[in-house]
């Protein structure tokens, strides 16, 4: 009996201390696993916090920005205003010299360097304005066959004086896109100008336009001189241009009415071949 006492005391306390040694391992676990849980917290936390400071960082950046935009946007108007009446009084100067006297001659052509340098920076800041100013879109079902043959017949005698042989081949089915017509006739018309330009000895314009599931692709394809490639990631920058004399906001302005449209102009190039200006818009 008590031998039985013993064996039942030892293997009382053997369990007790097996149930004591796993609520310790339990114990154990629960503690790192709490801890683990901590930091995952703790990190968790701080990147919310780094993504609030980003967040709050950017709000505060597009806030400047609009209110640089607002102030430089006024200030274009009010250099625009005084700059129209010194076109006017230079054109009424120009009228009342005589041509036929040397003296007046020479300062009837310095006047008309200052009228057009005048003129460019009036363009120039229509262009800024246009470019900063808010674009609204008035979208409408369009058939993009109709709008590009409507291009093409417009563009076609600028085409000819330039020798420059311009092609459309419209789809059969018909390309409905709900957009700004207005606009994108704007973009399309500015990349094929670009393109007559970079063809000064003649060549080939090519427009073509398709449906690839949800989304329309437009391209303008020309086979004039190409972009440099240290070149092509910038064009789309506003105020970068390599033409002697332009704004620079010409592209920069087509990708925004673009992506207002939730669409990208892209550009593949290679010099000497030509260039692909491709618009993607959504269907």
């Known amino acids: 009996m008590n031998h039985f006492l013993a064996g039942l005391l030892i293997g009382f306390v053997v369990s007790?201390?097996?149930?004591?040694?796993?609520?310790?391992a339990i114990l154990q676990r629960?503690?790192?696993h709490r801890l683990r849980m901590g930091r995952a917290l703790g990190r968790i936390r701080a990147a919310a916090q780094r993504r609030t400071a980003r967040m709050q960082a950017r709000a505060e950046s597009s806030q400047r920005l609009a209110e640089i935009g607002t102030l430089t946007g006024g200030l274009a108007h009010?250099?625009?205003?005084?700059?129209?009446?010194v076109l006017l009084n230079l054109q009424?100067?120009?009228?009342?010299?005589?041509?036929?006297?040397?003296?007046?001659?020479r300062i009837a052509a310095r006047l008309g360097t200052v009228?057009?340098?005048?003129?460019?920076?009036r363009d120039i800041l229509d262009d800024f304005l246009k470019f900063a100013g808010k674009i609204e879109l008035r979208r409408e079902p369009t058939d993009l066959n109709v709008l590009l043959e409507e291009l093409v017949d417009f563009f076609a005698p600028q085409a000819q004086l330039s020798r420059v042989q311009l092609r459309f081949n419209p789809r059969a089915e018909t390309l409905k896109v709900n957009l700004d017509p207005r606009l994108i006739k704007q973009t399309i018309l500015n990349l094929m100008i670009n393109a007559l330009q970079a063809m000064p000895n003649g060549g080939e314009l090519i427009l073509s336009a398709e449906r690839n599931g949800n989304e329309v692709f437009i391209d303008v394809i020309d086979t004039g001189s190409g972009i440099a490639?240290?070149?092509?990631?910038?064009?789309?920058?506003?105020?970068?241009?390599?033409?002697?004399?332009g704004t620079g906001l010409g592209l920069a302005m087509s990708q925004r009415i673009v992506q207002e449209h939730g669409g990208q102009l892209t550009v593949s190039s290679e010099q000497g071949k030509g260039s692909d200006f491709k618009i993607r818009l959504p269907a």
Do not use: H
């Open 78 to 85: 009010e250099i625009k205003n005084p700059l129209s009446t």
């Open 30 to 32: 629960m503690k790192r």
């Open 16 to 24: 007790v201390v097996a149930w004591l040694w796993m609520g310790s």
């Open 115 to 121: 009228t057009r340098e005048a003129s460019r920076l």
């Open 229 to 245: 490639p240290d070149a092509v990631d910038k064009i789309f920058q506003a105020y970068y241009s390599t033409k002697k004399g």
């Open 92 to 105: 009424l100067l120009q009228e009342e010299l005589n041509v036929d006297d040397p003296v007046q001659k």
